[in-house]
């Protein structure tokens, strides 16, 4: 395998795919030379075959907003592989959302479910649907039209969807009602992400941001570190961020910046759990706009229009928002104010100049997929609970996604250890991730 023929190819075959492209450009760099020692995936051609989807559902989505306007969006899902498990993994709606965006998350989370040692493939969907200034109604009649028309290709053995930017319990209420209608069964394990009285997890809401901390917390014990009185910007201010600060403030850390789309809001005095508790009332109102914390606490918080959490001095980073939302500026800006570590919480967060950036200046860098891992997984653990119909305490969750992340980092570290014996977790992630997935393939032959 060479990774720039492949690339070559891959780049005729599927023109302007810009994410998809980035993301399985990364994994192949990665992966190469260890792929290289394996002559039978290159006589299995796994590679050829891991970086395309099994499948894609488009659909129309057509309802009616508030004013009784006919409005039309497109609906998505991503089959990308079923290697090890049914397909899993969210929905995304936002208006930027193109084929080409579920792809490279598809294909992100093929690796990602991987790492979790929890037995499930990889999927993602999505629309162009903007939550953006919707109102419940409108959300609610967007969910159910979307349903509507994705019943049929999703089931728990089959492709369990979940929530992603844009998509929190409210909508995974919508959507699990309609399956229901149109199912005629209470398919419990349809969903993930659902209220804790209708077969939810407990701790499903807050596991992605608990889980990055908790990764977190191994990558700077390995480095010798502690993250008690560090310093922490994130970036958003919606499900994912919340956990994050929710989890960072708990371990001793201070929280100095959240930002929106409209800019930052820096907390010297770092966050409360008032403002944090208030995060959450400011994604329901689906506004989009991080300067109403300013607005609700002025004497806490200072909003500036325009700029990046990443201006904000701190001594570690945490995307929790957008793909490519953390460029090589970005990282050079928050190097220069002393920034000594990033945590990507987003999937693929960073661009690769900022990852460069960041691994050429010797800062500790883990990515995405082994870093937000913990909100999968306690899907997964949520798809177990369902399977055997119970539901586990908050403690029993919390303890298995410890365990998962503990798991996550020793496989980062035993395919990313280097020379010197600092890890490169980008390459330890991709590595771990795709010799299960690249194994399972081996075993079940060419399909
Ligand atoms: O990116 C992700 O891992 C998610 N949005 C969560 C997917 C899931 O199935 O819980």
Redesign the pocket.
Known sequence: MEVKSLMTALEAKHPGENEYLQAVREVLESIEEVYNQHPEFEKAKIVERIVEPDRIFTFRVTWVDDKGEVQTNLGYRVQFNSAIGPY???LRFHKAVTPSMLKF?GFE?TF?NALTTLPMGGGKGGSDFDPVGKSDGEIMRFCQAFMQELWQNIGPDTD?P???VGVGGREIGYLFGMYTKLAREYNVGVL??KGATWGGSILRPEATGFGALYFTEHVLKTAGKDIKGCTVALSGFGNVAWGAALKATELGAKVVAISGPDGVCEIPGGITSEMIDYMLEMRASNRNKVEDMATKYPEAAKFTPGKKAWSVKCDIALPCAFQNELNGDDAKELIANGTWCCCEVS?MGCTPEAIETFQSNGILFAPGKAV?AG??SV?GLEMTQNAMHISWSGAEVDEKLHYIMESIHSACVKYGKKADGTIDYVKGANIAGFMKVAQAMLEQGIV
């Open positions: 899993k993994g969210g998350l989370q990602k369990v979940a929530g992603d993930t992400g999937n937000n909100g999968v899907s």
